[in-house]
């Protein structure tokens, strides 16, 4: 017999019930990471057994929203719909060796039998009324699992350590509607067994269903996997993450311009620390620091804050071709555009770091164009003299026509501009300058304006404060 380890297999399992959700893909993200530290597989399956609320629309979300994080999976995607056939089997199983049955117990009675239990003060379960009636396939209303009485179940958490369970607070818990209707207690421990998964990493909101699966899984002679439940996503208030104080699906922040690198290296955080506290990373950086030993047990604040600096940082590294086919991509060119491919590439160039979110690129934009403005707003709060104004910036004006298209940058305006500011007083030249390139009190500094729109632009914008001067 080998002493070699089973391969490392992992996987992600959610239901297309609704949008993929940031905690989804948080689990999807430390099952990758795992497999991919470990040389193992990523699993990708699609939990589809509720008819009712699936939807071919949320599976295409999911499988949108990993590809866009970078969650590339090995095998799949498995859908539960198209394996109702092993479920069939396994349960004709179950039932043949007298550990499942058929229950005839209506919703009505249950009802009445829960709300007796807890009169009493005892957790609600099941009585097992028909534990031992032998209710026929055609009676049966659902199909129950034979759940070990007085059995304690124990397990070693990656994360949390020992857990135990007395089966006989359980009772026996409904695994199917009929042979072809499995729910998900027991479909979700024959798709483990039958992928060979070795680890499953997933949310602590599970972890009540692990010994209620570990029992299943003992009763069809299947290996155990090791289990890992990762701590809640909580909001700032430490309530569960909802949609009162963010976004909660990961398209959300896509179209809110966040880069899906900052939301991996912000998601893996979540809950997760290497050993050297390091926050900006990649990820192959991320992958090999991860140690599933270092995530945390209790819950995990989703800092927006935090997300939006990581965001600003990804940006920052960007080069300006590379914001723009990002920009077209998520709003068109039409939004994109600042005249020119040419003079948008440069203003993507100077007001990348202004931009904690591709988002932010509106407000940039607005703030290179040419704003209304009044007499008072050019002349400021030191109330510049009219006279000095327009002298000022006629001298400028022929200062910048002097200069040379390939000097016409923001330090080579610098060097031909600051000598005149420095000897006529900086505020009477460059706060009227300023206004007359933008039309507001705060802008981009006048140096950067011009290096953006352009010669013959900012030409453009003093003949036209000139002629307010003048009228």
């Known amino acids: 017999m080998s002493d070699k380890p089973s391969p490392i297999r992992v996987r992600i399992a959610p239901s297309p019930t609704g949008y993929l959700h940031i905690g989804t893909a948080r689990t999807a993200l430390f099952n990758w990471l795992f497999a991919r530290k470990h040389g193992g597989s990523f699993i990708f399956r699609i939990e589809d057994t509720d008819l009712e609320r699936s939807e071919k629309r949320f599976e295409d979300d999911i499988v949108r929203g990993l590809t866009w994080l970078g969650l590339t999976w090995d095998e799949g995607p498995f859908r539960q719909t198209e394996r109702l056939d092993i479920y069939e089997q396994q349960l004709n199983r179950l039932i043949a060796d007298q550990k499942a049955y058929y229950c005839e117990c209506t919703k009505k009675k249950l009802d009445a039998e829960r709300a007796e239990q807890q009169m009493r003060g005892e957790a609600p379960k099941y009585a097992g009324t028909c534990r031992d009636k032998y209710v026929s396939a055609e009676q049966g209303r659902v199909i129950r699992f034979r759940m070990p009485e007085n059995e304690t179940v124990s397990f070693t958490d990656l994360i949390r350590g020992p857990i135990s369970f007395e089966t006989g607070l359980i009772g026996d818990i409904v695994i199917a509607k009929n042979t072809r209707t499995p729910l998900y207690n027991f479909a979700v421990v024959v798709d483990d067994a039958d992928m060979r998964i070795s680890h499953v990493i997933r949310g602590e909101d599970h972890i009540a269903n692990t010994p209620k699966q570990i029992m299943i899984g003992r009763a069809l002679g299947f290996p155990e996997p090791h289990f890992a439940h990762l701590p809640l996503i909580l909001d700032p208030d430490r309530s569960k993450m909802s949609k009162r104080h963010s976004a909660t699906s990961v398209d959300e922040y896509r179209k809110l311009g966040y880069l899906p690198?900052?939301?991996?290296?912000?998601?893996?955080?979540?809950?997760?620390?290497?050993?050297?506290?390091?926050?900006?990373?990649?990820?192959?950086?991320?992958?090999?620091?991860?140690?599933?030993?270092?995530?945390?047990?209790?819950?995990?604040?989703?800092?927006?804050?935090?997300?939006?600096?990581?965001?600003?940082?990804?940006?920052?590294?960007?080069?300006?071709?590379?914001?723009?086919?990002?920009?077209?991509?998520?709003?068109?060119?039409?939004?994109?555009?600042?005249?020119?491919?040419?003079?948008?590439?440069?203003?993507?160039?100077?007001?990348?770091?202004?931009?904690?979110?591709?988002?932010?690129?509106?407000?940039?934009?607005?703030?290179?164009?040419?704003?209304?403005?009044?007499?008072?707003?050019?002349?400021?709060?030191?109330?510049?003299?009219?006279?000095?104004?327009?002298?000022?910036?006629?001298?400028?004006?022929?200062?910048?026509?002097?200069?040379?298209?390939?000097?016409?940058?923001?330090?080579?305006?610098?060097?031909?501009?600051?000598?005149?500011?420095?000897?006529?007083?900086?505020?009477?030249?460059?706060?009227?300058?300023?206004?007359?390139?933008?039309?507001?009190?705060?802008?981009?500094?006048?140096?950067?304006?011009?290096?953006?729109?352009?010669?013959?632009?900012?030409?453009?914008?003093?003949?036209?404060?000139?002629?307010?001067?003048?009228?």
């Open 261 to 471: 690198e900052a939301l991996v290296n912000f998601i893996a955080l979540l809950g997760w620390h290497p050993s050297d506290d390091a926050e900006k990373m990649t990820a192959d950086e991320i992958i090999a620091k991860f140690d599933i030993s270092r995530i945390q047990k209790s819950g995990a604040v989703f800092d927006v804050q935090k997300l939006n600096w990581l965001n600003a940082e990804y940006i920052k590294q960007k080069s300006a071709d590379e914001l723009y086919a990002l920009l077209a991509g998520l709003y068109g060119d039409s939004d994109v555009l600042f005249g020119t491919k040419e003079a948008t590439l440069k203003l993507l160039e100077a007001g990348k770091v202004r931009m904690e979110k591709l988002s932010d690129y509106a407000a940039v934009h607005d703030s290179f164009m040419l704003h209304d403005y009044g007499l008072p707003t050019l002349q400021g709060k030191k109330n510049i003299p009219v006279a000095e104004i327009t002298e000022n910036l006629s001298k400028l004006r022929e200062m910048i026509r002097a200069t040379l298209l390939h000097e016409f940058t923001e330090s080579g305006l610098q060097t031909a501009i600051m000598p005149f500011a420095d000897n006529a007083g900086r505020a009477a030249v460059l706060w009227p300058l300023r206004v007359a390139l933008s039309g507001e009190e705060k802008s981009p500094g006048p140096f950067e304006i011009m290096a953006v729109i352009g010669k013959d632009e900012s030409l453009r914008r003093i003949e036209l404060a000139l002629a307010k001067l003048t009228s």
